[in-house]
């Protein structure tokens, strides 16, 4: 087998298809995000309490599942991309200035308190990390959003 003739074909086809490939890598991405932080028991809960329209989450799933760009798929991405835009400006406007009241572990309400001690840990941790995967999440979606109107 000729090794050459291999690695050439490889270049032949990153070269040929490297928009697609950027694109599938920043989706990737927003993937690993969405169902870290939002595709999870606790998370849903307290996106029921927020004024998030679940069109939004649906446009956005549909977005991360997209596994090869053609026609169909990038009228998907591009929906997906104005829903992640919506989904960030809702999680800064009403989640983020009341982020320990939802997840019940603020000092300010003690009566409002979770009770499970575990759980109660895990919030807390969340309470500092959704901050920096909100700030990513939106870098992530300015660089799709970008990739989409330079070669769309």
Known sequence: MNVGSSSER????????????????????????ITTCIDNSGATVVLEELPVDFKTLRDIRSMTSVLRIDRETITVVATGVQELEQFIQDMNKYFLPNMKEYLRVSFLKPDRLVGDKDLYIIRRFAVYAFPHNLARLSELTYELKTILELLY
Do not use: A, F, P
């Open 10 to 33: 490889v270049r032949e086809y990153v070269s040929d298809n490297w928009k697609e490939i950027t694109l599938l890598q920043v989706i990737h991405e927003i993937r690993q995000i």
